[in-house]
């Protein structure tokens, strides 16, 4: 079993040049996913420069499904006129797609997709039955099943213009065809930023990239003071897996309440079936094995198929499960708070911005307004939650599925963790988060020390390998 996305299986990329001096542009895009590179796409008739703390697709949409569908299991907004717009705007996201694949020819296995939304019980076909008024308002078309064999569904829609896609493949196409058009620099990590004489001057690689327009399209924003995003959403995590089948089925489908995403996917000959199971907050996913224990089990009970890949992945949940994208003043931009739907959100979010910048209206533009007041009660609830799990983070030394090769100690007042490898090597690192202080979990699964507050990620060693922490927890040998 190969612990890794089957998108990145196979996938060999050079790295582009990294920043090794001060640079100066009109437009800096920080993050290279897939907001940042549809941005771009949008504004390379620009002076643009473009920068990712890593190597291009090999951030969180790697880690998707692949899924391009409207017909998905948030789509109930308390109101019409944000239910609809919000349809049209992922809508509008998958036509984008289309038409970017359409016309650079790019080969990321794009499949047109049947897409189902079904339900398991009453409480979730009234839902669905919420939905089909949306679906109605909107003049689209759908079919409907009773009681059919779709996962133990009672009742199920059903529409035929949706698609799927390799994520991967997808990005890569689009890297290579922007790096003939602006400025792409790879390892090149955001840290810090400041507002001087009307442009921004960002700290990349201990140099300085001064810019008079400043997109952050990372998966989440490098600085607290980029739109206080900790305190207007929250982290779920949920896992992936990909399994053999005997047939690719042309059809891709979500539960209501969004425990069950399925897919397939044909790679070399091979049929998949992709399969993403309970996405929980991420406090209630500190052990790793143990969930993925239970993720083989369900897979084997219900469908008896022998798991090839297996992965997870984090989304950011916007407290009324709208994206955070647009302006936040001026001349400063976010894109963040994809609420697991990060394909059709990320690419509407970097049509609102391109179209801001380059002085378009967008119908979308207040449904994603960044600074937009957001449900209160759902902001009040998700900060308790927040300040819970931070609270637990500090009380609890060490975890009771920890294992002896892992130990958290109190050294002179401060907090370490310790891993002994397979080798019976000591990697010792310090054991708190520099974004927000909490403290960190250790993952068995992917052998990493997790924040559990906002899902910073560490290696054994202590060296930063997903955001919003900005610096390593090495302990520096004496």
């Given at each position: 079993m190969f612990n890794n996305s089957i998108w990145l299986k196979g996938i060999k990329t050079k790295a582009n040049k990294k920043v090794t001096q001060d640079l100066e542009t009109d437009i800096l895009i920080v993050g290279g996913g897939i907001t940042g590179l549809t941005t771009a796409y949008f504004l390379k008739n620009k002076k643009v420069i473009l920068i990712d703390k890593d190597k291009i697709g090999y951030g969180k949409t790697a880690f998707s499904t692949g899924k391009i569908t409207y017909l998905q299991d948030n789509l109930l907004k308390g109101n019409k006129e944000k239910e609809n717009l919000y349809l049209q705007s992922q809508i509008e996201a998958i036509n984008i797609?289309?038409?970017?694949?359409?016309?650079?020819?790019?080969?990321?296995?794009y499949e047109s997709n049947l897409s189902f939304l079904y339900a398991t019980?009453?409480?979730?076909?009234?839902?669905?039955?919420?939905?089909?008024?949306?679906?109605?308002?909107?003049?689209?078309?759908?079919?409907?099943?009773?009681?059919?064999?779709l996962y133990n569904s009672i009742y199920s829609i059903k529409v035929d213009d949706t698609a799927v896609i390799n994520p991967v493949k997808y990005m890569l196409e689009l890297k290579n065809i922007?790096?003939?058009?602006?400025?792409?620099?790879?390892?090149?990590?955001?840290?810090?930023?400041?507002?001087?004489?009307?442009?921004?001057?960002?700290?990349?690689?201990?140099?300085?990239?001064?810019?008079?327009?400043?997109?952050?399209?990372?998966?989440?924003?490098?600085?607290?003071?980029?739109?206080?995003?900790?305190?207007?959403?929250?982290?779920?995590?949920?896992?992936?897996?990909?399994?053999?089948?005997?047939?690719?089925?042309?059809?891709?489908?979500?539960?209501?309440?969004?425990?069950?995403s399925i897919r397939f996917y044909t790679k070399s000959?091979?049929?998949?079936?992709?399969?993403?199971?309970?996405?929980?907050?991420?406090?209630?996913?500190?052990?790793?094995?143990?969930?993925?224990?239970?993720?083989?089990?369900?897979?084997?009970?219900?469908?008896?198929?022998?798991?090839?890949?297996?992965?997870?992945?984090?989304?950011?949940m916007s407290s009324d499960s709208i994206p955070l994208s647009g302006r936040l003043n001026k001349n400063l931009y976010i894109a963040t708070g994809y609420s697991t739907w990060g394909l059709t959100n990320g690419t509407i979010s970097a049509k609102v911005i391109s179209d801001l910048i380059i002085g378009l209206d967008n119908k979308y533009t207040s449904l994603l307004d960044p600074n937009r007041m957001s449900n209160i009660v759902n902001l009040i609830v998700n900060n308790m939650k927040i300040a819970k799990t931070y609270i637990l983070s500090k009380t609890i030394k060490e975890y009771s599925f920890y294992k002896r090769n892992v130990n958290v100690y109190i050294e002179n007042g401060i907090r370490y963790g310790k891993y002994i490898d397979d080798k019976n090597v000591e990697h010792i690192v310090y054991n708190k988060c520099p974004h927000m202080k909490c403290n960190l979990i250790f993952n068995f699964m992917d052998k990493t020390w997790d924040c559990p507050c906002h899902a910073s990620r560490f290696d054994i060693d202590g060296n930063v390998i997903s955001a919003p922490a900005n610096y390593s927890i090495k302990v520096e040998k004496k």
């Open positions: 797609i289309k038409n970017i694949v359409i016309e650079n020819n790019i080969k990321c296995d019980n009453k409480k979730e076909r009234k839902k669905i039955k919420k939905i089909e008024k949306i679906l109605l308002r909107n003049n689209i078309s759908y079919k409907v099943k009773e009681n059919n064999n922007l790096a003939k058009e602006i400025d792409i620099y790879e390892n090149s990590i955001a840290t810090d930023y400041e507002f001087i004489e009307n442009r921004f001057k960002v700290k990349v690689n201990n140099n300085y990239i001064t810019s008079k327009i400043l997109i952050v399209a990372t998966h989440y924003p490098f600085s607290m003071s980029l739109g206080l995003v900790p305190f207007k959403t929250h982290i779920e995590k949920s896992f992936l897996a990909a399994m053999n089948v005997d047939k690719n089925k042309k059809f891709n489908a979500i539960s209501q309440n969004g425990n069950h000959q091979d049929d998949y079936m992709v399969y993403c199971s309970v996405s929980n907050r991420l406090s209630k996913n500190i052990d790793n094995e143990k969930l993925v224990k239970n993720l083989l089990w369900e897979i084997k009970s219900r469908f008896n198929n022998k798991v090839k890949y297996i992965w997870s992945n984090t989304d950011i």
